[in-house]
């Protein structure tokens, strides 16, 4: 049974393999920080083995899941571990990059960085040093990815796209502005993109809920 954490700039997961499957957790941005044990700067756009964040956890779920067992088996026995790491205290800052994140996430982007670390007391340095540590970005980042996440949720690959009106609904308000977005989020321009996404479709009910986030 192997295993790996991955921490992109807006998702961050961690997940084991066993027999030919495997099994994984989908955090929120900041969840995975009470149990990473290290700076989320640290870890972010990198897959880094299980074993060198998680050692001794790593080997006890070894011994409890062994090689045979199932998907259910091994989350159980995963949940288990992650329950056991909450009982003390949340890291410092966290609280503090919960409930900012929680605004940019209900306003897909929108709520202004500044006015958050005004309304909770702190510079913007600050809020941006508390981010990078539990979440690997800064805020800045985060707003743009919740941004982008809301238009390209909103694409559907099967009908023309009318792009001025998706980048508008999404806050895009420029259009110089959407086109860097859209190229440094995907690689692609809109129409290459598009033509993309119905060469390969997704699978039916993809993606499974609202956004990239998992719900609370």
Same mark, same amino acid.
């Given at each position: 049974?192997?295993?790996?954490?991955?921490?992109?700039?807006?998702?961050?997961?961690?997940?084991?393999?066993?027999?030919?499957?495997?099994?994984?957790?989908?955090?929120?941005?900041?969840?995975?920080?009470?149990?990473?044990?290290m700076p989320?700067? #640290?870890?972010?756009?990198?897959?880094?083995?299980?074993d060198?964040?998680?050692q001794?956890?790593?080997?006890r779920?070894?011994n409890?899941?062994?090689?045979?067992?199932?998907?259910?088996?091994t989350l159980?026995v995963? #949940?288990?571990?992650?329950?056991?790491?909450?009982?003390?205290?949340?890291?410092?800052?966290l609280?503090?990059?919960?409930?900012a994140?929680?605004?940019? #996430?209900?306003?897909?982007?929108?709520?202004? *960085?500044?006015?958050?670390?005004?309304?909770?007391? *702190?510079?913007?340095?600050?809020?941006?040093?508390?981010?990078?540590?539990?979440?690997?970005?800064t805020?800045?980042?985060?707003?743009?990815?919740?941004?982008?996440?809301?238009?390209?949720?909103?694409v559907d690959?099967?009908?023309?796209?009318?792009?001025?009106?998706l980048?508008?609904?999404?806050?895009?308000?420029?259009?110089?502005?959407?086109?860097? #977005?859209?190229?440094?989020f995907?690689?692609?321009?809109?129409?290459q993109?598009?033509a993309?996404?119905?060469?390969?479709?997704?699978?039916?009910?993809?993606p499974?809920?609202s956004?990239?986030?998992?719900?609370?």
């Amino acid at each position: 049974m192997g295993g790996s954490w991955g921490y992109g700039p807006g998702v961050s997961s961690t997940s084991t393999r066993h027999g030919c499957g495997s099994s994984g957790v989908h955090f929120k941005p900041w969840g995975m920080s009470p149990f990473a044990g290290m700076p989320a700067t #640290e870890l972010r756009d990198r897959w880094v083995p299980a074993d060198a964040v998680w050692q001794r956890s790593l080997d006890r779920i070894r011994n409890q899941v062994g090689d045979i067992a199932s998907a259910t088996e091994t989350l159980r026995v995963l #949940e288990e571990e992650l329950r056991s790491r909450l009982a003390g205290a949340p890291p410092r800052g966290l609280d503090l990059v919960r409930h900012a994140g929680g605004r940019l #996430e209900a306003s897909h982007g929108a709520a202004p *960085v500044g006015a958050l670390a005004a309304a909770a007391g *702190v510079s913007g340095n600050h809020l941006a040093t508390q981010f990078k540590s539990h979440v690997g970005v800064t805020p800045k980042r985060v707003a743009r990815i919740y941004r982008f996440a809301r238009l390209i949720l909103s694409v559907d690959a099967l009908n023309p796209a009318d792009w001025a009106e998706l980048a508008h609904t999404a806050g895009y308000f420029d259009q110089a502005h959407f086109s860097r #977005e859209f190229k440094d989020f995907t690689g692609h321009t809109p129409t290459q993109y598009l033509a993309l996404r119905r060469r390969y479709p997704a699978e039916q009910g993809f993606p499974p809920d609202s956004g990239p986030m998992p719900a609370d």
